[in-house]
């Protein structure tokens, strides 16, 4: 119980066999107290001073190095400038008389200087190896025993509070009570000061219900009762037949209180450090799972399950609401748990912006050797049915096979919808061609273009006045699968029919977008969407064709609508049209997917690129040929040649052709109007279009024309 040291010099401690009541070890006389204390710290003194602190080396003199471990029992230190101990019997009379129930001393005694210690010994001794617990024991004790006023004019010592301090012997050791604290009394006090106090909470704040899961895997049947923090308890996971109660259940681990083990330990300990561990980085990835940084933000899914950005104050909300605490790891450690999240999702979840990446199911994209966040990540398309029985899908069924002008064309165009459908399914679209459609009104051209391919591919918006360039690029359109142009839109002019052609030209041979999302840098992506033009066949309406030369042909699938028959959904409301088209099309999309075979015809020889043959009915590129400017200038070389006496090649360069026309007085209502460097564009794209008639070469660094139209 009583550690004793030689001197205040030493660190070598010993355990007497005898009480120190029975101690008898007389002082050297010293003049004054300062030349007493110089003798208690010479390592040649030989004397007896005690502690009731047993550190966690028992053998050596509590320090800092050698925390306090076991506490034996509490000592007061008095010495008080009006102290009487003159009469000791009156000490011992009023120490019992104010002891409170329970708490009396054992011992009193004087010291050197004629003042007074009293001892309060413990039939077991008090668990102090954690400095929190410790600290509020001391404090709970001095409570307790009542000694600060215990002794009339006893100037208590707060260094009492000390569990390193060490007394000299002393004299005239009394004793005050024959009984120890008794181990209930500081069970006790242990236990409400334990439930009260959070232990060291470890790498990790693991919830109750899951400590008790283990608990009841790895110590079956040893634990009764509720698990939760206060709850009292046997040592569980101390194998050595003990039942009673010892410990308290805390947040970090066990307070207990008995010699078979610590007075915290933690779940670590108990469970072994791999059960925290995976824990902790089972909670750290459930945490971060949906965070990611791109040097400024914090993006993370809202309510909607949509991405939005947050400032670093918004995420450090969420990590508190989270259970990641703002206070350090431990004594020593500026760090938090917080810090080190952010540091984790700063190294290890860095992004470089956000992009819709259409029909990539990864909520991250890798493009161009960086990360991003795939804004459409959720989107998908409209599952199949589990048949394609025709039985379940009869208009649609019937539509589908009689709505082209000719067979052959209703097997391209369910090919190029079979195949966009089946690559985004599987999360991989393909390349495919850009589709125009052409027939009379009212037979579905924009029910397919605008409400179908919705359905189908999640959504679909117009295009017609960004590729006419009377609008920006924006949100709606990198976010749409299928755009579409109605032949409302096109080009007021020749000008404006040219950008047109030339976008619709871009964006069905090199589909780069440019997106700008949630405030994040502008991102180049890749777009694998459709667009789909749908026309009238009246001239106004076939107006909005692009120029069909030889560069834009094979990246065009343009098909002709039937005008006999008649559609299933004519003379019916939008919502009976609406709700059919809802019923049926999961079957359609199944028999699309798992069903229908192509004709070899359509993909035999097609480019991997596109992954079908192209197909241009013939009315349509005859009646958008007649429409286009060029034709004009087709027409105008053909009647002139049949104006020429001479039916020999003619060769000259543009501005030669432009004057050898203008000699013609027929011709000059057309030629008063000619732009030479338009003209000279005509007449090079004329000669691709017909080589055979119109031969280009290149004489003398000079560009020629030879031309026969009689060819």
Known sequence: MYHVLKNLGTSTVTRPSIHPSSETLPLPQFKDKEEFRKWCVDPNTDHYFYSLTEGLNPHNRVSSSNPPHKLHGFIGDYDGANLDTSDMSKVV????????????????????????????EFEKPLPVDNEVIREKLMTSLVVKTGCRSIIKNGGWDECSKNP?????????????????????????????????TKGPKGKVRIPMEVIKDKVDEMFPNRWVGDFEEGARGPLFWVDDGVDRIGAVVQEGGMWSFSTRG???????????????????????????????????????????????PLTKEDMAMRL?????????????????????????????????????????????????????????????????????????????????????DDSKSVHYILTWLQYFYKSSLEGDPRMGHSLIIAGHADRGKSLFSTYILDLIFGKACDAGAYLMGTEKFNKELTESPVWYIDDNEGGATAADHRRFTEALKKMSATPKVTARDMYSAPVDIERRGRIVLTTNTDADSLSILPNLDGTILDKLMIVKMSSTHRPWFL??????IEDTIKSELPFALAWLANDYIPPKEVTSGASGRFGINTYHHADIISLAKDLSADQREWEMLTFWWGLRASKDDW?????????????????????????????????????????????????????????????
């Open 93 to 120: 009379d009023e120490l019992n008389r104010k002891a409170k129930d329970g708490w009396t001393p054992t011992w009193v005694t004087k010291t050197y200087s004629n003042k007074l210690r009293v001892i309060w």
């Open 164 to 196: 390193a301090m060490n007394y000299e012997l002393g004299t005239n050791w009394i004793e005050v009570s024959k009984d120890k604290i008794e181990v209930s009394k500081l069970e006790v006090l242990f236990f409400d000061i334990a439930k009260k």
């Open 262 to 308: 610590k007075s915290f330990t933690t779940w670590a300990e108990i469970f072994g450090e791999k059960f925290v561990s995976e824990y902790r980085d089972k909670q750290v990835a459930e945490a971060i799972e949906d965070i990611w940084f791109d040097g400024s933000k914090y993006f993370v899914k809202d309510g909607d399950r949509q991405w939005s």
């Open 320 to 404: 508190r609401l989270a259970g990641f605490s703002t206070a350090p790891r431990k004594k020593g450690d500026p760090a938090s748990e917080q810090d080190e999240i952010f540091a984790y999702i700063q190294d290890n979840r860095r992004i470089h912006g956000s992009a819709p990446f259409l029909f990539n199911f990864n909520e991250i994209v890798t493009s161009q050797g960086k990360k991003y966040i795939n804004t459409q990540a959720d989107l998908r398309p409209l599952q199949p049915a589990d048949t394609g029985d025709t039985q379940y899908w009869p208009h649609l069924f019937d539509w589908f096979n009689q709505w082209m």
């Open 571 to 576: 003379n019916r409301d939008q919502r009976e």
């Open 651 to 711: 060769r000259g360069n543009v501005s030669a052709l432009m004057g050898e026309l203008s000699s013609y007085d027929e011709l000059q209502v057309f030629t008063r109007q000619m732009n030479k460097n338009h003209f000279g564009r005509v007449i090079a794209k004329l000669a691709s279009q017909n080589k055979t008639k119109l031969q280009k070469s290149l004489v003398d660094g000079v560009v020629e024309y030879n031309i026969n139209l009689s060819r």
